[in-house]
Every structure is written in C-alpha cells, then in structure tokens.
C-alpha cells in the first residue's frame, strides 16, 4: 500500500542535546566538516544511510540511542565546542563589520535574488550552475558578514534525478519533498507568530498565495516562497512545483511570485525581525526581474512618486547579473501574456497586479525591437543602474549583445562590467586539503579565505600523497555508482563481477560532468573513437575518464548525445577505463573534482559565460584541460593547466569540431599524459606536481566566493547603496531630479547638434604627441552647459572610416557665440598612423552613475 500523504516528524531531543537542533537546521553544518563528525558519531551506520543529512539521521536515531549520548561526557563536550563555536560564527564580527569600523561605506542591507540556490544536496532546489553559484554566493556572504537576504522559490520536486534506461537513454523522476524533512523553517507574524501568508493579484481576480519557508545559510537567511498550501485553487498550488518544468505560462507565474512575492517576502522578514529594510537588491539573472516593478508600485503607493521617479529610485538600488552569452539562452515572453497577467483592472491599461502602474509602461520595460515580445534581460538592463557579465570575456560579450540598447555607442562603452564567478572553497576543497591548509597555514585560510596560495608551501611527496588520496576516494564511489546504475538498468549482482575492476586508482583521471546543451559538447571526446580507446587502453600510460551530465527533460538531442556516450562506456573492451555516472548532483560533484587530475572543458568559444567546474578542481589540485573560454580565458597562464586551441573562424562546425578535438588529443597524449606518469625519486611525477602546486598558488587565491563577494561588495553593493542614498534623501528629492532630468533630456535632445569643429596647432607633418587644439560649436536645444559633457574623441582610422582604439578628451566650455556654446580641448596626438577625431555631446548628471546611462549621444551631422 502506498503513502496517500507523507510528513516527517523529528525525534524529541534530551535536553542535554538540545543543541544538536540548530547544529542540524543552521545548513553551515554543510561546509564545517567537525559538525559532520559529531553527526557522524551519533550512528556512523546510519550517518552513510541517510546520506549525510542531518535532519534525516535526528528523525530516524532511536531514542536510546540518544538518551545514551546524553549520558556521554565525551560527546557532550564536543557538543557544547560546536554549538559554542556556531554562536561565535554567527555573532563575531567579520570582514564586513571590520570594513565598516574602518569607516568603509558599505550597504546596509543587500536583497539576493536568484531562481535557484544550490546549497547542499540535502535541499535540492537547484539544476545546475547558476543554482550552486548562488548558494556560494549565501555561503562566502556568511563567511564574509556581508549582511544579506537570499530569495527564491521552493519546489516541490525540485530538478529531476536521473537514470538510465538499459540501452542508455535518459529517464528522469521528480521524487517529492517534504518542507518538514528539510533544514527550513516557516516565517511567522512577530506578534501573532501565524505563518506569513503573501498574496499576488491573478487575473480574473483570484489570488495567488504562498508562505515562506526560511533555511539559514550560516549568518544570512534564505527566504523560499512556496504556493503549495491548501488555501490556493488547485492549479495555483503548482506554481511552485517543479524547476524549469512547465510551458511559459507556467513560467511567467513562477517570475511573477519570485519577484513580487518576493519583495513582499523580504518586507515581511525584516519587519518580523526588526531590521531594516535592505538598501540594494541584486537580480541574479533577468528571471527575478518583477523585483523591481513592485519596488516601483511601492514606491508610487507607499511613497507617493510618479513611476519615472519611482524608477529612478529604483535603479539606483539595482544590480543586474546577466550569466548568459546567447540571446536564444535569454528568458523572453510575448508581450500579451505579461499583458494578461498585469493587466485587468477593469481600467483600459491599469494593472491589477500592481495598481498604480499602467501595463504599457511595464511593457515598456522589457521592450526589444519586436514589440510582440517581452525580454528580461533588457528589463534588468533598464531596471538596474549597474549590471555586470560573470567573466571579463562574458562583460565583453554582454557588451556586444547589448549594444542594441546603447545605439550611437560603441561595444566597449556599454555600460556593462564583469565580476568573474568563484566557488566557495570550504564547500568544495576536500577536507584533506582544508586540515593540509590548517596546519600549513593556519585558520585564517579556512575561516577567510586568505592565505590560499600558500598551501603550496607544503613539500611535494604530501601534495602527491593528497592527490592520490583523493583519487582513490573517487574509484570507490565511481564503482559503487556504477553498479547502482547497472542495477537500475536491470543487471543482476551476478553479472556485475567485472564492476570491482572498474578504474584504476593509479590512472590519470580525467573528468567531465556539466549540462549537455549542444554548445558544451559532451561527445566532443568521441570524435575520434578510436584514437580515444587507444589511450583508454594504452598498456604504458592509459588515461581513465568519468563523464556525467543531464539533459533538460525536453531536449531529446541532448538526451541522444549521453546515450552515444553511454554506449560508448558500455562496450565491454573500454568499460573499465570510461564510465558515464547517471544523476550529477552536489553529492557526486564534489568526488569529481576531489579526485580528477584532469578536468575537461570543450565548450563552442565564447558560449560559456564562466563556468566553475574547473574553478572546483583546481582548489583540489586538479589541473584544467579546456578550450579558452569563460573563467579560463583569463586564468590560464601557461603553467596552470593547458588551453585547447580554438578554431573560433571556422564557420563549419563539422570541421571545427574536427580541429579543436585533434587539438584536444595531442594535447593529452604529448603533454599531459607524459608529465603525469614522468615519474621522480619515491614514485613522484616531479613535473606534475608542480603544477599542481602552481595552479594551487596562481588561481587559489582568484577562484574563491569570497573574491567575487568582495568584488560585488566593494564595486557594485557599496556604489548601489551611496546612489540610492542619493536619490532617496529629503523626500526623494534626487529621484524626482533624475526623472525630471531624463524627461527634459528626451524632450531636447532631438535639437542638440555639432554645428561646426575646428582644429588648429598642428604643422603639415604632425608627429606623435604634437598638440592639436579642437573647437566646436554646439547647439544644446534648450538644455544648460551643465546639462551636457563635450568630448573630443580621437582614434585610428580604420575600415569605413570607424574610429578604433578610441581616446576620448573632455572639451571645456569656452563661452557662447551665435553658432552655439563654444566648446575646447587641446591634446596631444596620442596615436600614429591614420588618426581622426570627431565630437560628440552626452548628457550628464550627477545622479546618474555614467554618461553613457541615457543611451544619448549627439556627433556632428553629415
Ligand atoms: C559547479 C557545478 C555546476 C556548474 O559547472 P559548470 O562548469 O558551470 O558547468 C553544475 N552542477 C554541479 C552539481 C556543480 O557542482
């Protein structure tokens, strides 16, 4: 008989283990390995049967068990070290607060938007890369103190599992999950301590309503909005079922409860915990992009703004993150359905779901050339004041993607940043190398993150030995993977005699596990599959190689490139040197890059935004095997790992699969494989080792959560808070200036023109650096001197006349004449060869955070 329903129940805890609660709930447990000892101890059987989660093993300890610990001196002290350990975690002040007793300007208060958060494996709200990117950023706020509240959905099956069926094709099962089993706990009412309750307006006036469910990520909060409740209509319960599953319909209402709900949510958290309200909201990725409009419907009814000076206000406080380089990769929806959703006040354009704004102005938001469709890229480009891409390449690619939006404007100037992603390393290095770091070191690295690269004081043969560790833990879990997999295919443990054989824990281990979207190339591998077999089966120096990776459930061409792998691994003659391991998750990921030598990444250049697979490896000693792009286009420094070629101008994708998979190849079989098994006094691969330690040393430091936190800190946080400042104070006072700005510069600018530049100072034959002293005449359309920046810009002429390697000279009022305001620059010839110059006027204001904001630029016309 099956369960109709099912709810966990948690064990009472004796008093004098009472402390085992919050070690269990507060999810810091995750990334503190003592923690995992002291559950561990508990029932060390039954610690590995639950798969290491603690409210798992508390629900499922026998009593007696605990009333025996109770009575263990020995496990009530290390208890209580824990316990008091996780309160001065939680309490003492940290890098943040140091910062701001320095007087460093900081944000009080920082709201992290993102669809999915990839904490641990026991709350599996995530599919992949951008989820467990999150969760690193939670976890380096932690470590760090920056004062941040995390929001997302809860789904009720989270991603899928997967499987394989017996000839290798994906199937994929979407277990459900219980709230009550999880590490969470549901935000309350401060007086009445009911559940919160939020509500967004549906059309034809139903409502949608979800509580919040709160998991604590060390210091910093997550807030999970969950529309599963009985007080919702039937299909409004599914709103949050599952992750990316669903039509766009199904999307659009998970977008809308996020982003509103999810404002609504951090109100009603801060106002539970008395705190104050947060000073910038940061939207990972455009989904979460409804933040802002609701922030303007608070704004224009709490505040009493007009919507262009409520936007204002609203930009200033936003960040947007961008993590995609493919504009098919953007989250876009036709413009009627956000209509049907936004709309229906019975008014001909007013919103229902945020009364006070009209539907056509938040259209408006997310316009692309197509009126039709709606794009939350570009929503999160005209809602955010400061945006940024994941990698200094993704920044540049941004640019160019969105050039379109900054028109008149070259690539380079778009407004556009980078923060290149980082991996939370206590999260991710293994424990061998956090206790090699603790020692060598000292608790600093651990607890700050500082201090990395000096891991790679630590003598050579204890590096190999760390290394071989870790590699070994890896055979094992590969075998016990395998023939789980081989069962659920329908193999009996009598045929899987051959599985106890499978790897090697002396072989070059070479890994591969990501999404298989077509641009990443699972199958790139097997290009040639002979000459691949011929070094998974080269009797001197062969090379092992585990791969890993789900389709999205619609994508059967990606479902067909696994099943190529799979029956690829399948073949009898090779099965023991290639394994294909069904469900990557936290779990298995985390003995991939513990115990890969090598990690592999072919992605199509530039289509990897970042990637930080190969970041997780390289913090266990793992060295990089990928094509320059995303991260690694700007860490590879020649001795940190190898870069794979890039045919990135051959336009046949046949032939360029062809050329860089060669590429690939000879890079395995003339460097890596010889360095590897290069072999010095004591069995050590001096040569190897030396990378090893060089990759330790060289991007240690740089891949870390807590270099891109500070980064977001410092660069965008602390710059978003001092703006808002500036917009909000007396009144809104800046707000209603920028608003007011923008309107009278919409209004003039068509009548803003160069009507004439003249040059002088330069002799016949200039050389560089001679002076040449510009003068131009501009009409401003009614707009102020102040109004306006005038640059002289200067660069090589290069085809059809496009200026490149632009320098650009502020030019200086000079008074007024009949042709217009004269402007002036003189500068010397900063270039060689064929130069030119030309004027153009910008608009400027103080408030906003640079002259390209506007997207306006006025040259001389002709
Ligand atoms: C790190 C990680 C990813 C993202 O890796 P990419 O290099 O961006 O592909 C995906 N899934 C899991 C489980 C991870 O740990």
């Known amino acids: 008989m099956k369960a109709l329903r099912r709810f966990t129940v948690r064990a009472h805890l004796p008093e004098r283990l009472s402390a085992l609660g919050p070690l269990s709930t507060n999810l810091r447990w995750s990334w503190h390995p003592q923690t995992q000892d002291l559950f561990a101890r508990i029932d060390p059987q039954l610690w590995s049967q639950?798969?290491?989660?603690?409210?798992?093993?508390?629900?499922?300890?026998?009593?007696?068990?605990?009333?025996?610990?109770?009575?263990?001196?020995?496990?009530?002290?290390?208890?209580?070290?824990?316990?008091?350990?996780?309160?001065?975690?939680?309490?003492?002040?940290?890098?943040?607060?140091?910062?701001?007793?320095?007087?460093?300007?900081?944000?009080?208060?920082?709201?992290?938007?993102?669809?999915?958060?990839?904490?641990?494996?026991?709350?599996?709200?995530?599919?992949?890369?951008?989820?467990?990117?999150?969760?690193?950023?939670?976890?380096?706020?932690?470590?760090?103190?920056?004062?941040?509240?995390?929001?997302?959905?809860?789904?009720?099956?989270?991603?899928?599992?997967?499987?394989?069926?017996?000839?290798?094709?994906?199937?994929?099962?979407?277990?459900?999950?219980?709230?009550?089993?999880?590490?969470?706990?549901?935000?309350?009412?401060?007086?009445?301590?009911?559940?919160?309750?939020?509500?967004?307006?549906?059309?034809?006036?139903?409502?949608?309503?979800?509580?919040?469910?709160?998991?604590?990520?060390?210091?910093?909060?997550?807030?999970?909005?969950?529309?599963?409740?009985?007080?919702?209509?039937?299909?409004?319960?599914?709103?949050?079922?599952?992750?990316?599953?669903?039509?766009?319909?199904?999307?659009?209402?998970?977008?809308?409860?996020?982003?509103?709900?999810?404002?609504?949510?951090?109100?009603?958290?801060?106002?539970?915990?008395?705190?104050?309200?947060?000073?910038?909201?940061?939207?990972?990725?455009?989904?979460?992009?409804?933040?802002?409009?609701?922030?303007?419907?608070?704004?224009?009814?709490?505040?009493?703004?007009?919507?262009?000076?409520?936007?204002?206000?609203?930009?200033?406080?936003?960040?947007?993150?961008?993590?995609?380089?493919?504009?098919?990769?953007?989250?876009?929806?036709?413009?009627?359905?956000?209509?049907?959703y936004f709309g229906g006040a019975g008014g001909e354009n007013a919103s229902a779901l945020l009364p006070g704004l009209t539907v056509d102005r938040i259209i408006e938001l997310g316009r692309e050339n197509d009126p039709s469709v709606f794009n939350m890229a570009h929503m999160g480009l005209r809602l955010g004041q400061r945006a940024n891409g994941v990698s200094k390449l993704h920044g540049s690619v941004s640019r160019e993607m969105f050039n379109g939006l900054w028109p008149g404007f070259d690539a380079a100037e778009v407004p556009i940043g980078s923060v290149t992603n980082g991996v939370h390393a206590p999260t991710w290095a293994a424990r061998e190398w956090m206790d090699l770091a603790r020692r060598a070191v000292g608790p600093e690295l651990v607890e700050e993150a500082r201090g990395w690269e000096r891991l790679s004081e630590i003598a050579p043969a204890e590096l190999w030995s760390t290394r071989n560790t870790l590699r070994a833990q890896l055979v094992a879990e590969v075998r016990r993977r395998v023939r789980a997999s081989w069962l659920e295919r329908g193999a009996t443990d009598a045929e899987l005699g051959w599985v106890s054989g499978v790897f090697d824990p002396e072989v070059l281990t070479v890994g591969f596990a990501r999404r298989v979207p077509t641009y990443k190339r699972l199958t790139l591998m097997l290009r040639d599959p002979e000459r691949l077999r011929a070094m998974l089966l080269d009797p001197e120096r062969p090379v092992q190689l585990v791969v890993a990776g789900k389709s999205h459930p619609a994508d059967d061409g990606g479902k067909a490139l696994i099943q190529q792998v799979v029956r690829f691994a399948d073949e009898h003659d090779v099965r023991h040197r290639i394994v294909f391991l069904p469900d990557y998750d936290m779990s298995m990921a985390r003995f991939l890059y513990w115990g890969c030598d090598v990690w592999l990444n072919n992605p199509l250049r530039p289509l990897e935004a970042c990637g930080t697979s190969g970041m997780k490896s390289a913090l266990n000693g793992g060295l990089n095997l990928s094509i320059r792009d995303g991260w690694w286009d700007e860490m590879f420094d020649g001795e940190n790992g190898w870069a794979i070629p890039t045919a990135d101008g051959v336009s046949d994708e046949v032939r360029r699969d062809d050329l860089e998979a060669n590429a690939m190849y000879d890079l395995l079989e003339q460097s890596v494989l010889p360095k590897f098994y290069d072999r010095g006094p004591g069995g050590v691969p001096v040569r190897w080792v030396e990378m090893v330690r060089h990759t330790l040393q060289s991007l240690g430091p740089k891949v870390l959560a807590s270099r891109m936190v500070r980064d977001y800190t410092v660069d965008y946080y602390a710059p978003a808070a001092r703006a808002s400042r500036a917009v909000i104070a007396d009144g809104y006072a800046g707000a209603r200036q920028v608003a007011h700005y923008r309107e009278r510069v919409d209004t003039a600018w068509p009548g803003v023109q160069v009507v004439q530049v003249d040059s002088a100072g330069l002799p016949d034959t200039p050389v560089i650096g001679a002076e040449l002293s510009l003068r131009a005449y501009v009409r401003l359309g009614g707009l102020d001197v102040a109004d306006v920046t005038v640059q002289a810009v200067l660069g090589r002429v290069g085809a059809d006349e496009e200026l490149v390697d632009l320098v650009t000279v502020p030019m200086t009022h000079a008074g007024s004449e009949d042709l217009g305001e004269v402007f002036v620059a003189t500068t010397p010839v900063p270039l060689s060869g064929a130069v030119g110059y030309t004027i153009r006027v910008l608009p400027h204001h103080e408030l906003l955070a640079g002259d390209a904001e506007l997207a306006l630029v006025a040259e001389p016309v002709g």
Do not use: C
């Open 50 to 340: 639950v798969r290491q989660d603690p409210i798992r093993m508390l629900g499922e300890v026998s009593p007696a068990r605990l009333d025996e610990l109770a009575e263990d001196a020995d496990f009530g002290a290390e208890l209580d070290r824990l316990a008091a350990d996780l309160d001065d975690y939680l309490q003492r002040p940290r890098w943040y607060q140091n910062q701001q007793a320095k007087g460093v300007d900081l944000a009080s208060g920082i709201a992290y938007f993102s669809m999915e958060f990839g904490v641990s494996e026991v709350l599996p709200n995530y599919s992949g890369g951008l989820g467990i990117l999150a969760g690193d950023h939670l976890k380096a706020a932690s470590d760090l103190g920056v004062p941040l509240i995390g929001v997302g959905l809860l789904y009720r099956s989270g991603y899928f599992r997967q499987s394989l069926t017996a000839d290798g094709w994906q199937a994929e099962h979407y277990p459900s999950l219980d709230p009550q089993g999880l590490p969470l706990r549901l935000l309350t009412e401060s007086g009445s301590g009911a559940p919160v309750l939020l509500h967004v307006a549906m059309p034809g006036g139903r409502v949608l309503r979800a509580r919040v469910w709160i998991a604590q990520v060390g210091r910093v909060p997550l807030l999970l909005l969950d529309s599963d409740i009985a007080e919702n209509d039937p299909d409004l319960r599914g709103v949050t079922d599952r992750l990316y599953g669903g039509d766009q319909d199904h999307r659009i209402k998970q977008e809308i409860l996020a982003g509103i709900g999810g404002v609504r949510a951090v109100r009603a958290y801060t106002r539970s915990e008395g705190l104050a309200d947060p000073e910038v909201f940061h939207m990972n990725e455009g989904h979460a992009g409804f933040l802002g409009v609701e922030r303007i419907r608070e704004l224009i009814t709490g505040a009493g703004l007009d919507f262009e000076s409520a936007l204002a206000a609203v930009r200033a406080a936003t960040v947007f993150t961008t993590h995609t380089p493919v504009p098919a990769g953007i989250d876009r929806f036709p413009a009627d359905l956000v209509r049907h």
